[in-house]
């Protein structure tokens, strides 16, 4: 995912199970039947504490879906790569694939 | 590493492949397959575990399976709400918390962080520290309410928390110990006293048990809280001069 790219950011959180499964997997799902380009990473957290330098990737217009914005807000930072504005973050823990899904596909698609 | 998962890759070979800890790059196309490094594999429905083995493989080769991978498990400072008052630097015996050149509180080692331990988050006044793999907010980085902050600021004081400064309790608890030595011999009887002492502040803070029996001796506890003092007087000093 270049800078430039606004894309789609999926965290799969790997190492807990604090999204609820039919949430991580029906987005995972949708994405995966859809005709989107997009990253699907394992953990957030364990890039944010890895100061990984892909996070510095994700562009301005860019989704994350993860889970509470502050969070993932602050997860970013953490690394040292602050989110640019115009990011929208998709949260897994509040919201159901449907309504997550349906802020990603285009519209008709999401059904 | 990332794996590219070009055409109607199924959901289920993604996850399969994010379960191995591989980054999952996935492209629009015709034919549905799975690439590393030019190498290709047909991902058909029903797939999943069988061809995310079959890249695993492919990309150790040789190489022994890794050990079970470090959960991240750590704070995460909101800094809208950080006033750099540096209690939580204070409070974790682990050397999580750091100060950045310019005064600035940090996480810093992440590592040192006891997995499912939230208590720092509990004592900090502004409720900005998070752990986004708690279970619970605002811990976990949901929204901050008024009532979070209002029962925030009741605990911030952990000398109410736990009735005395924590480290003076702890010493306090220490020459009483000593005291109680010299007098009973009842080695039992202090045991109990320090057990429920810590189970207090176990319950209290939300701090494992596997924590509380890792904690340090009072003596090296003491020694941290005052280096850590001492950082934070110098932070804020550093943070009032820029």
Redesign the interface.
């Given at each position: 995912?270049a800078r430039q790219n606004p894309g789609i950011l999926y965290c799969?959180?790997?190492?807990?199970r604090?999204i609820p499964n039919e949430v991580k997997?029906g987005v995972?799902?949708r994405?995966?039947?859809s005709?989107?380009?997009?990253?699907?990473?394992?953990?957030l957290?364990?890039m944010?504490?890895r100061k990984d330098p892909?996070l510095a990737e994700v562009a301005p217009g860019s989704k994350v879906i993860a889970?509470?914005?502050?969070?993932?807000?602050?997860?970013f930072?953490?690394a040292g790569h602050p989110l640019p504005a115009g990011v929208e973050i998709l949260n897994m823990?509040?919201g159901t694939a449907d309504e997550i899904v349906q802020s990603i596909l285009p519209a008709g698609a999401a059904a | 590493m990332t794996v590219t998962?070009q055409g109607?890759?199924?959901?289920g070979v993604?996850?399969a492949l994010?379960?191995k800890?591989?980054?999952?790059?996935?492209?629009?196309a015709a034919e549905p397959s799975v690439r590393v490094n030019g190498k290709a594999w047909p991902a058909p429905p029903g797939a999943g575990a069988a061809v995310a083995a079959e890249v695993d493989a492919y990309v150790r080769g040789d190489a022994p399976v890794p050990a079970a991978?470090?959960?991240?498990?750590?704070p995460?400072?909101?800094?809208k709400r950080c006033t750099n008052c540096m209690q939580c630097l204070s409070f974790c015996l682990f050397d999580v918390y750091g100060v950045s050149g310019t005064g600035q509180i940090e996480?810093r080692n992440?590592?040192n962080c006891k997995t499912d331990c939230p208590a720092c988050s509990r004592v900090c006044p502004e409720v900005a520290i998070?752990f986004?793999?708690?279970?619970h907010?605002p811990i976990?980085?949901?929204?901050?309410s008024a009532d979070d902050v209002r029962r925030e600021a009741m605990k911030v004081d952990i000398s109410a928390l736990l009735g005395g400064d924590i480290y003076s309790l702890l010493r306090d608890r220490s020459e009483k110990a000593k005291s109680r030595f010299s007098k009973e011999r009842d080695d039992e009887r202090a045991l109990k006293e320090r057990q429920n002492c810590l189970v207090t502040m176990g319950k209290a803070l939300g701090v494992p048990a596997e924590v509380l029996a890792s904690l340090p001796s009072v003596e090296e506890i003491q020694a941290k809280a005052e280096a850590a003092r001492q950082r934070a007087e110098e932070a804020r000093k550093l943070a009032g001069q820029s």
């Open positions: 995912m799969y959180c790997k190492f807990a604090i997997t995972l799902e994405l995966a039947g005709d989107l380009d997009f990253d699907a990473v394992p953990d957290c364990e944010s504490a892909r889970c509470y914005p502050r969070a993932v807000q602050g997860l930072h953490s823990r509040a | 998962a109607s890759v199924p959901a993604i996850a994010l379960e800890g591989y980054r999952v790059a996935r492209e629009a991978a470090w959960k991240p498990w750590f995460v400072i909101d800094y996480v992440q590592t998070m986004p793999k708690y279970r907010g976990n980085g949901d929204a901050v």
